[in-house]
Nanobody
Framework: QLQASGGGLVQAGGSLRLSCAASGLTFSSVAMGWFRQAPGKEREFVAAILWSGYSTYYADSVKGRFTLSRDNAKNTVYLQMNSLKPEDTAVYYC?????????????????WGQGTQVTVSS
């Protein structure tokens, strides 16, 4: 089970930190990812981190603004979002898969959280 939290309303240029707590799986063995879905749009890849935490991957749209990290002792991943833009507004979902590679398509992930709303006002 994945539980996402930390969403909210923020002005453009502001910051938010999303968290995703995992239970019921061997957290240190799974890769984690974040996706987002805006109204009327498909779910899109945001960022991913491999099981060790040493490798991270980002969508071009968030590179340099978002930072993904994980704490395997706490079974939690964190998505630090800085310099937020109105186009970052979406429901953000955390996800996990059992592979050892970076994956960017939603269908490649086995486990999903419930989503947390991020709204960035201009």
């Amino acid at each position: 089970q994945l539980q996402a939290s930390g969403g909210g309303l923020v002005q453009a240029g502001g910051s938010l930190r999303l968290s995703c707590a995992a239970s019921g799986l061997t957290f240190s063995s799974v890769a984690m990812g974040w996706f987002r879905q805006a109204p009327g749009k498909e779910r899109e890849f945001v960022a991913a981190i491999l099981w060790s935490g040493y490798s991270t991957y980002y969508a071009d749209s968030v590179k340099g603004r978002f930072t993904l990290s994980r704490d395997n002792a706490k079974n939690t991943v964190y998505l630090q979002m800085n310099s937020l833009k109105p186009e970052d507004t979406a429901v953000y979902y955390c996800a996990a898969h059992d592979g050892r590679d970076s994956r960017v398509f939603p269908t490649q992930y086995n486990y999903w959280g419930q989503g947390t709303q991020v709204t960035v006002s201009s």
